[in-house]
């Protein structure tokens, strides 16, 4: 299909940040970037927009084999200590991977599982699709074991947590990755416990989660623990993407304090109208937010490593199985020769992997972002995304709402 015909439909699609993308992207010199790769946008707006610089540049091997990927990274853009060096054990690391049922997920137990150092609890809402893909990409079946956890649900994520813990299976990393999106939805859905089911699934069932296994990482004897969040370009307005609407704005919290029920407060973080693809982007704020707030809340007493990441625009994932047909045919293709922002599901897979395994992504508190030559580097956050007060407010109300304060 031709480009300009990809583009015109894509502009006549007009839902969610894709097509407008195109629209920002077009008018720009720097179109041949994608509006979704974090290093492109932000490079393109330090030159046309002054948005904040990235300064760092590495070289990642692309081996499958996990262990050996090795990352070199500069830059600080956060304050953070290096995990305590001593190598206390040589057994296999314990990850869980939420949502490894698909996508991002799955390819990240694939990587993990065919380097033969890790076991993977793969924490999924459908245990048997979790169970079928793990065979069908051909996860080692020692490598992997499929625990139920919904995610939707808080009562679903203490079942998960006690389950976990009576397996007397140590934890040493954990990956918040599930998410959903719901981009077209005109009205709300709400979580089992009637929170609006994004910023429920994707923020508070996390937050819950990784509150409650928290203990059994301090007690890891691994040479690295580490807790990572998937974030999102989505929710950071410092770039390009970050800029089309509707954009992610948490305002001054009265709808996450209100419990985001609709019906005696609004579904939405900021308390105004629903709007699902905000909601999402909003619900990615709030992962990178509460990343930060465990970095400064726990780093240094527990040496735990606190990281997030934008792993890139994966346009073939499930995330998009909401959009309406004609988008989830050109998006893939728009990114990929368009835009040339598209990652393979397991390119991306490789990325979360390193942050998980490699051992120089140990530094705590980092959004790590990654070039075009697949190289990995510390990404700065957009001033809502980083601001520390409102990290702390978020958590705050967050522990009431799930049920911790
Ligand atoms: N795709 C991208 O371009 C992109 C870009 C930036 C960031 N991300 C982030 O990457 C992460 C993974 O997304 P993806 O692209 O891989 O999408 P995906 O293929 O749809 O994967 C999402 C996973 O979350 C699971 N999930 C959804 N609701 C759940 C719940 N209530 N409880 C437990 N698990 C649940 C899904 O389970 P089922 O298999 O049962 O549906 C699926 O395994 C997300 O955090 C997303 O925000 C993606």
Known sequence: MAASSIMGTLHQIHI????????????HSASANSAFLGVSVAEHGKREFGFPVLRAKKVTSRNTNVARLR???VAAPVETKEAPASKKTDRKGNVIITGASSGLGLATAKALGESGEWHIIMACRDFV???RMARTVGIPKENYTVMHLDLASLESVRQFADNFKSSGRPLDVLVCNAAVYLPTAKVPTFTAEGFEL???TNHLGH?????LLLEDLKKSDFKSKRVIIVGSITGNTNTLAGNIPPKANLGDLRGLSGRLNGVNSSPMIDGGEFDGAKAYKDSKVCNMLTMQEFHRQYHEETGITFA?????????TGLFREHIPPFRLLFPPFQKYITKGFVSEEEAGKRLAQVVSDTSLTKSGVYWSWNNDSASFENQLSEEASDPEKARKVWAISEKLVGLA
């Open 198 to 200: 994004s910023v429920g």
């Open 207 to 211: 937050f819950l989660l990784s509150r």
């Open 16 to 27: 969610g940040s894709a097509a407008f993308a195109l629209q920002k992207e077009g008018g």
């Open 129 to 131: 699709k979790a169970e």
């Open 71 to 73: 990352a070199q990274t």
């Open 308 to 316: 997030s990441l934008y792993p890139g625009c994966i346009a073939t």
